[in-house]
């Protein structure tokens, strides 16, 4: 926990300088004021460190994962330092919610070994208590002011990940909802898509890639979810959502954030999704599973 940009150098820069004095290969995503002002403070040491924008890495935040899984599995064993916010104040709460549950799965993710040393700073004073509180909940570890101490209602990596059991809230508009149950109304909902998205003013490739996540999700449904689903779609101020659900049930909180080996013949869908879209949300229970697409206007 910092507060304000005096906190936050705080909380980085001797962390950072530790990183580099033991050999470790430091990588800081954040915003980029963040990054400015790190590369100021930290001066020529500034040079040896990896910055990544967060806010076009994590702006989809199933996408942060893999993005830490890659440099570790490119550190050849050397534990890698990182510095990781994908929380900050004005982002739209269906981006907070996801950075959110990607900050509970990141136990899951990297419960296997210590080769991620990974801080995740969170603004105190900028969040409120109420987002301080969901930080505590999803990491073990929490230092504030100098003290460290165990997060606070923190239940344990499996149950942090039941996350991804729980429901999305409801649309935020009247949603258009078609139901299909064959690859020839799949094909329609592809071309439905993209029609919605560029009367909204979405450029023609983006329209597309949105079309083609609808696809490739849909297409899940026919295969995994019962052989049937609906789509339901409506806009907002901020993005045209595509929501796909299906009866199925996915077992694996991490779908869509574990790179696809070359290999792999199946599993793919949710992966392309996330690739594709600003935000992706999954959820899936005994209930079903549901999957939210968005693309902003």
């Known amino acids: 926990m910092y507060r304000g940009d005096a906190g936050f150098l705080d909380v980085t820069v001797d962390y950072v300088r530790d990183g580099l004095a033991a050999g470790q290969p430091v990588i800081v995503a954040v915003i980029p004021p ?19 924008d967060m806010a076009e890495v994590g702006r989809n935040p199933a996408r942060i994962i893999p993005m830490w899984r890659d440099a570790v599995d490119a550190g050849g064993g050397v534990p890698i330092r990182g510095i990781g916010e994908p929380v900050w104040h004005g982002r739209s709460p269906a981006e907070l919610a996801e950075a959110l549950l990607h900050e509970a799965l990141l136990n899951l993710a990297f419960a296997d070994g210590p080769d991620l040393l990974l801080r995740c700073p969170y603004d105190a004073d900028a969040l409120g208590d109420a987002m301080v509180g969901d930080a505590h909940r999803r990491h073990p570890t929490v230092v504030d002011g100098g003290a460290v101490g165990c997060g606070r209602g923190y239940p344990g990596v499996a149950e942090t990940a039941a996350e991804f059991t729980l429901s999305l809230p409801g649309e935020g508009a009247e949603p258009e909802v078609i139901d299909f149950d064959g690859m020839h109304v799949v094909r329609a909902l592809r071309a439905t898509a993209a029609e919605r998205a560029t009367a909204l003013g979405i450029d023609r490739d983006r329209a597309s890639d949105l079309a083609l996540a609808v696809h490739e999700i849909a297409v899940n449904s026919l295969r995994h979810g019962g052989g049937r689903g609906t789509l339901r779609m409506w806009s907002d101020d901020v993005a045209l959502v595509c929501e796909v659900r299906d009866s199925g049930r996915i077992d694996q909180p991490l779908v869509g954030r574990i790179r696809p080996t070359p290999s792999q013949r199946s599993g793919r869908g949710v992966w392309l999704a996330n690739q594709l879209c600003d935000l992706v949300q999954v959820r899936s229970s005994a209930a079903g599973t549901t999957v939210r697409m968005h693309m902003a206007l």
């Not at 400015?36 to 910055?51: H, I, M, S």
């Open 34 to 52: 963040k990054i400015k002002l790190l590369r100021e403070a930290l001066g020529p040491a500034a040079d040896e460190v990896r910055f990544v």
